[in-house]
């Protein structure tokens, strides 16, 4: 059986210019990707991102505008779901209070997610594993340059 698998994620980036990335293993796999997550029965998108932001990064959150959705077919990595992903820019309503790190895959004992910012000049299609997030790297450097 296919299904459509609605996302949403957060593109947050501070004052120095850095954007913020979520490092994860889960189903036996490493990825990195935006902060964010599948979308709830019942739930619309905003309160889906602002959720996920608090259950991620114990945040809140201000969507501040949409930037991308994705205009492709793209196959879960996990199941045999079709994966829409929406974008939004956001921005903290306070400072981030998260042990962030420096290396890819740096998780706490006990964790299987850690956060780290990479700087938008550095940022890359490789910075990421799936393919919406390096359609979103490529528009974003694009955006800034």
Known sequence: MSYFNVRVYGLLINGNNEILISDEYENEQYFSKFPGGGLELG????????REFMEECNAEIEVTGHFYTTDFYEKSSFNNSQVISIYYLVKELHPLQLNFKT????FDENTNQSFRWVNLKDLSEDSVTFKTD?????LLKKTIS
């Open 103 to 106: 290396t890819v895959f740096d």
């Open 43 to 50: 739930e619309g998108l905003i309160t889906a991102l602002k």
């Open 134 to 138: 390096k359609t979103v790297v490529a």
